[in-house]
């Protein structure tokens, strides 16, 4: 994608995925990386920065003889995502009326 992607979007997107199900970091790359570009190395550390805010928690699981550590959502966390979730739908809604209908006012 051409677009610029902020720390908002990105935290948003790795949000939205752990909201449906608890998962791993390297498939939650793989969701985010199904609608923009992004390297493992960028991922990581806001899934870092979302734990230490409280926003996801983290668990060890056993998976092919080592552990592997799956992210879930807390309930701050989804509070969170909600808010991310009414002012994309303000953003979307502004930036389709310039690309689509015409000027936005405020």
Known sequence: ???NTGAAL?????LSIVSYESTYGYKITQDVRSVMDVSESTL???L???QKNQLLETYDRE?????RRYYSITEKGSRQLETYRREWKVYE??????LFGGVVHD
């Open 10 to 14: 990105l935290d948003a997107l790795v």
């Open 63 to 67: 998976f092919a003889g080592r552990n």
């Open 44 to 46: 990581y550390p806001v």
């Open 48 to 50: 870092r920065r979302l």
């Open 93 to 98: 809604e502004k930036i389709d009326n310039l």
């Open 1 to 3: 994608m051409a677009f």
